[in-house]
């Protein structure tokens, strides 16, 4: 057995768009860009959706179509990629971290408050896995305080909070997704971000592509050269080779998730009883980006799955353990007690639609006779 962590499902669809993209002439941001961000914003329902080159772009440019300033701060949850926390010290502002809850691995809604203070500007939840955090709590709190909220939904396409889609809640300023080779849906790098508010979509837009009135199809396509630059942009747009996968990737993104929860469940029943693993609250839906499982001998079950061809890996390193931002920020890890323990237990199982039947039994016999 060879089974990788991850495989992107790529079908000859997906090469005939991309080959079509290329046969078009125009492989820079174009038609097909504008094409994905029209179908992405009508399968969301949000006013606008703006496509970028990765998520990590799409989450600097919503800080900074919020205004976020030198010396503020922003609280992110310490159970995160460190792109969540890199881009808000990019303004050479503070990310305040928040421990996590044991049972889904977001952020503690209970331990916000004591956080904010009167330099605090945003929340930047995050939906570990594909759950959503819990939204409703986190609204009250920004609404107290006067807050925004930017939600880093990398993991989250698509999941629904109380019914409704991530990527158009009520009461979020922004929302951000992640087009990375491992997500749910793939342009190999990518990212979009989605708003109802017009003033954030236009700024977003105009940045990124260095702070340019107008992009360049749009002034081929208009027929006139002539463009201005009416802010400090950033070269974070996307390309019609991108747009043209994750068009593709668009129409199969549901049959996608069922693959992935077909595979859940069969993990879930499974391992009841017998192993824990990240829980799923029952007013929400998760995407199944991940599987998570918690045991007490993590780093030796890694090994010898991988040494029996099975892939795993871990979601992760908290921010407080990382050394520029342990140094830099002096973050006690004593603040993080529940981050530090699922840190210790946690392995994340392969878990995308091209994994067979077979793969998963193996995956599971092997699981099962090997962690303590």
Not at 135 to 148: G, H, P, Q
Not at 204 to 225: E, P, T
Not at 248 to 277: E, N, P, T
Not at 320 to 339: C, F, G, M, Q
């Amino acid at each position: 057995m060879n089974i990788a962590f991850h495989k992107t499902h790529t079908t000859k669809e997906e090469l005939d768009a991309v080959s079509s993209a290329i046969s078009s002439g125009w492989l820079t941001m174009g038609p097909k860009v504008i094409e994905f961000e029209n179908k992405f914003n009508e399968y969301i329902g949000s006013e606008k959706a703006v496509m970028l080159n990765s998520a990590t772009a799409a989450l600097h440019l919503s800080l900074k179509a919020i205004g976020l300033n030198q010396g503020d701060e922003v609280i992110v949850p310490t159970n995160t990629f460190v792109a969540t926390a890199e881009v808000v010290t990019y303004f050479n502002a503070i990310p305040v971290l928040c421990d996590i809850e044991e049972s889904t691995h977001n952020i503690d809604i209970s331990k916000i408050e004591e956080l904010i203070t009167s330099k605090t500007k945003a929340i930047i939840p995050v939906h570990f896995g594909g759950q959503p955090c819990d939204m409703d709590e986190i609204y009250m709190i920004a609404s107290k305080y006067n807050l925004k909220i930017i939600e880093d939904a990398a993991h989250a396409l698509p999941s629904t909070y109380k019914g409704n889609l991530i990527g158009n809640l009520d009461g979020t300023d922004i929302t951000c997704f992640s087009f990375y080779a491992t997500k749910t849906l793939s342009t190999g790098e990518g990212g979009m971000a989605t708003t109802n508010n017009n003033d954030y979509s236009k700024n977003i837009m105009i940045n990124r592509l260095h702070g340019i009135s107008r992009d360049v199809w749009d002034r081929h396509s208009g027929g006139d050269w002539r463009y201005d630059v009416v802010d400090n942009g950033n070269k974070y747009n996307s390309t019609d080779l991108n747009a043209a996968l994750g068009i593709v990737q668009l129409k199969k993104l549901h049959d996608m998730k069922d693959k992935r929860k077909s595979i859940a469940d069969s993990y879930d029943y499974a391992f009841d009883g017998r192993i824990d693993r990240v829980r799923i609250k029952d007013d929400r839906t998760t995407s199944y980006h991940l599987y998570v499982i918690k045991v007490n001998n993590r780093d030796e079950l890694y090994s010898i799955l991988k040494e029996n061809g099975i892939g795993t890996s871990v979601h992760f390193t908290p921010i407080h353990k990382l050394t520029y931002y342990r140094e830099k920020y002096d973050y006690i890890n004593e603040n993080y007690s529940v981050a530090n323990k699922v840190f210790e237990q946690s392995l994340s199982l392969p878990i995308y639609p091209d994994l067979s039947d077979e793969d998963v039994e193996y995956i599971i016999e092997n699981v099962l006779k090997y962690a303590k």
